[in-house]
């Protein structure tokens, strides 16, 4: 029963799951809470662990969420029902590739609908983020500085290279303050660099 | 060709940390540039259709090259080189992990990791939103204008709410932003008819 639960999930979230890597996020949260297969603490554990080792994050959470409810087998089980709908999908798509190509550029059912769900998408995994804020995650004012801080990090990009696309025009190469602040947004460094705090801090 | 594109897609599985979106330059450099198999133009058709289909924008391409590349062998051997790597790392964590959260260090560790974890999921989004609305110099005039990004970006809230405080399943949001998307299209083609 648990292996048909799991495959069940796992196959939901391959088929709903639009936009890729953060987006499956919301989809899987739910699964697993429903399920009471992880604690919202593991939950943001597995994400950690996910942003710091190779592969795709869905592929990640099911190997994860598959061993820990079923062992070896239910790892195998949830990985292969979150790959098995893209595998229908995807085939029927090759087979049709030449006629698809014809048909739907420019379409704009299908290109509306894929702007609109770009737009989803980013409700979805704003909406994982928020389910995350819980005092289990949050434990005190310094959890919250370690947010605003990583936050900021990660932002802080997108001002800088707005700025220097005048500059560019004379520097083809970009500032070095805008460099400099691509690789303090990069997210593995950041969890590494709240990992180490946390040990100071907390120890 | 089985084992050319599971070596192919096992190197890129095992050195993109960061999900589907980072591998995808490493598979250009490898399946285009290097390997010769599918041509540029091909490639960014590839993307769309992998991003457009539900699933793992890693797997639709390991999907999409393997069958163009070499069939079902190619299938077969692309998706378990692109999956294998990241199943055996999390499955030897998963193993150890259970005994190792006890440990005072790694305790301490995670509960500076947990905050930063969330802020690494909700602060990207900002830049999606921006690359999402068309800015100063894109698209045409009524692709920039406030009504044609304003919806979308209340659909953006409304999903995040609904999901949040409604707790309704994502899934429902997913179908819902398809129906209502294409009944508004179709209202949209029969006034311009008329």
């Given at each position: 029963m648990l292996y048909l639960q799991l495959f069940i999930s796992f196959f939901k979230i391959g088929l709903f799951g639009f936009g890729g890597g953060l987006a499956i996020l919301s989809l899987i949260q739910m699964e697993v809470e429903a399920h009471g297969w992880m604690t919202q603490q593991e939950f943001v554990d597995i994400v950690a662990v996910s942003q710091v080792t190779p592969g795709p994050f869905g592929i990640n959470c099911a190997t994860y969420v598959g061993y820990t409810t079923a062992g070896i087998w239910g790892s195998i089980l949830a990985t292969t029902a979150i790959v098995l709908p893209s595998l229908i999908i995807m085939l029927a798509i090759c087979k049709a590739y030449f006629w698809l190509s014809n048909k739907f550029q420019g379409n704009p059912y299908y290109e509306q609908t894929l702007r609109m769900l770009r737009f989803t998408v980013i409700g979805l995994i704003v909406s994982a983020a928020l389910m995350l804020i819980k005092p289990t995650n949050f434990i005190d004012t310094t959890s919250w500085i370690i947010f605003g801080v990583v936050a900021l990090l990660t932002v802080l990009p997108n001002f800088i290279s707005q700025k220097s696309k005048v500059e560019s025009q004379k520097v083809?190469?970009?500032t070095p303050i805008k460099r400099m602040t691509e690789i303090l947004s990069h997210p593995i460094l950041l969890i590494i660099l709240a990992g180490v705090a946390g040990y100071c801090i907390y120890r | 060709m089985f084992l050319p594109l599971f070596w192919t897609y096992l190197k890129i599985g095992t050195f993109t940390v960061g999900g589907g979106y980072a591998m995808l330059p490493l598979i250009q450099r490898e399946?285009?540039?290097?390997?010769?198999?599918?041509d540029e133009k091909e490639f960014l058709n590839m993307i769309a259709l992998a991003q457009a289909a539900p699933g793992l924008i890693a797997v639709n391409s390991a999907i999409f090259i393997g069958w163009r590349v070499g069939g079902w062998r190619g299938v077969c051997g692309a998706v378990l080189g692109a999956v294998l790597p990241s199943f055996l790392i999390i499955l030897a964590i998963a193993m150890v992990f259970q005994d190792w959260k006890e440990l005072p260090a790694v305790e301490a560790a995670f509960k500076g990791i947990r905050p930063a974890v969330v802020a690494l999921i909700a602060a990207p989004q900002f830049k999606m939103a921006k690359s999402a609305i068309k800015a100063?110099?894109?698209?045409?005039k009524g692709e920039r204008s406030l009504a044609y990004n304003l919806w979308p970006l209340a659909l953006s809230l409304a999903a995040a709410l609904l999901i949040w405080l409604g707790h309704v399943n994502p899934v429902w949001v997913i179908l819902a932003t398809i129906i209502i998307t294409l009944i508004a299209v179709s209202i949209q083609h029969s006034a311009f008819r008329k």
């Open positions: 083809p190469t970009g | 399946v285009v540039d290097r390997q010769g198999w599918i100063k110099g894109e698209g045409t």
